[in-house]
């Protein structure tokens, strides 16, 4: 008898992931307000904030619930905790005290969404349910359209060019390039919806085509890359060596080639050697990392518009940049050379045990911790996605770096499917 609330309830859950998943990555509330822009959709708009508020709430509420898993989760994790409490305590110290207190709260729900995960579902459930919420947001980007070209296609700055049922063209090709990549290791792998992960490959890669996103598609060109040198790391460690020596050389040559003749070849592909005024930015913000270096202005405590430290650069660089757009620089504004020295320890400690779990063939799906951690790295270098509050990609990060925690023990998280607990009238129903 206990079986029906159990699937029931397991489906709830499930459901609740995916769409979680969705609106994280920004999916679905740009349909809600036809208004909404890049700048007020990062300040805060209030259909966001609304929608963001029930996902936090739910999301605690859920680590709570699961508080002795996610305990388990954590301790095998010093370096996360050390990490969140010294951005917590960047409240001390914070340029903007009220900005802080609502960008902690939005990091500690989206925090807290990544650490339930991890701590509810094995790996293989979990990575079915993110590719059925990219196939779900490549879906509905497609219907958008095609059906509501107004508010799927950009009518602005970049006329013509598909951002679907995201805020920005550049969500829609970052979140499509991840969904290229996760749609293909469900495809090649044997199963009875080999045909359906394909077409969803081929209708993400269409949909980053149809972004006219540059970045997107050579992140795409990249990740594949690294898709193949992973599996040949997976084979034989030696073998990729001399494929690395040569990626180095030609990556030398760019670099020359990009010192000597930047102006013809951001012309040819209809670029400004700025980076689209990104430079400009870069330089303005290390002018004021300088002014604060070790411990930064606070987490959420620098860009808050006219009023606070944002106006010098915006003032410096000629337009109203919502962030860095630069992970490691977004960094040291809100935490310091102190908070970027603890981040960057967590990711390399996260890339080092992804690496060495490549080697487990045991693990199913092996490829994508160390696939992800790469992807983040590289879009960083042009986006702030690090340690970014209501953001998919920390979200992520958090359930990647925890699940690859407890591989260090034998039997890490039992699965969601094997051991079920769900709080029902005050009561445990186990399975």
């Known amino acids: 008898m206990e079986s029906v609330p159990i699937n029931f ?3 709830i859950e499930q459901f609740f992931v995916v769409i979680g998943l969705l609106l994280f990555s920004g999916g679905l509330i740009p349909l809600f307000e036809s208004n909404l822009d890049l700048g007020t959709y990062s300040a805060g708009d209030p259909i966001t904030q609304k929608v963001y508020l029930v996902l936090y709430v739910i999301a605690i509420g859920l680590v709570i619930v699961n508080a ?36 902690l709260f939005g990091l500690v729900g989206s925090t807290c969404f990544g650490m339930y995960i991890a701590s509810r579902f094995d790996i293989t459930r979990f990575l079915k349910l993110l590719a059925v919420s990219f196939g779900l947001g490549a879906i509905l980007s497609l219907f958008a359209g095609l059906f509501l070209p107004e508010l799927a296609l950009d009518n602005t700055y970049h006329m013509g060019s598909w951002k679907g049922i995201y805020v920005h063209k550049n969500f829609l090709g970052r979140f499509m390039v991840l969904s290229c990549i996760l749609q293909f290791i469900f495809a090649i792998r044997k199963g009875r919806y080999r045909l359906f992960f394909w077409l969803m490959f081929c209708l993400s890669f269409v949909l980053v085509l149809l972004s006219s996103s540059l970045t997107a598609l050579l992140t795409f060109l990249i990740i594949i890359v690294t898709y193949f040198l992973l599996k040949i790391y997976q084979r034989n460690t030696w073998e990729v060596v001399p494929i690395v020596i040569l990626l180095s050389a030609l990556t030398i040559s760019f670099g020359y080639l990009m010192m000597n003749y930047s102006d013809f070849i951001f012309d040819s592909i209809g670029k400004d050697v700025t980076l689209t005024g990104r430079t400009v930015l870069w330089s303005a913000i290390i002018e004021k990392i300088s002014e604060r270096p070790f411990f930064g202005y606070g987490y959420g405590g620098f860009w808050t518009g006219w009023d606070g430290e944002s106006a010098s650069v915006w003032l410096q660089a000629g337009w109203m940049a ?99 607990r769900f709080l029902v009238g005050g009561n445990y129903i186990v399975k």
């Not at 301790?75 to 001390?92: A, E, G, H, P």
């Not at 209501?390 to 499917?417: C, D, H």
């Open 9 to 11: 309830f397991r489906r």
């Open 68 to 103: 002795k898993r996610v305990f388990h989760a954590l301790v095998s994790n010093k370096l996360l905790i050390v990490l969140l409490l010294f951005v917590c305590l960047s409240l001390l110290w914070s340029a903007s005290e009220g900005n802080t207190v609502k960008r």
């Open 322 to 420: 919502p962030h860095a757009h630069n992970g490691f620089l977004e960094l040291m504004l809100d935490i310091g050379i102190i908070g970027l020295t603890l981040f960057t320890a967590l990711f390399i400690q996260t890339v080092v045990r992804s690496l060495r779990v490549l080697k487990e063939k045991e693990f199913n799906f092996e490829l994508w911790p160390a696939i992800y951690l790469f992807f983040q790295l590289f879009i960083n270098f042009t986006e702030s996605n690090f340690l970014r509050h209501g953001n998919l990609f920390w979200a992520l990060f958090i359930t990647t770096t925890l699940y690859l925690s407890n591989r260090q023990v034998k039997e890490p998280m039992k699965s969601a499917v094997n051991e079920v």
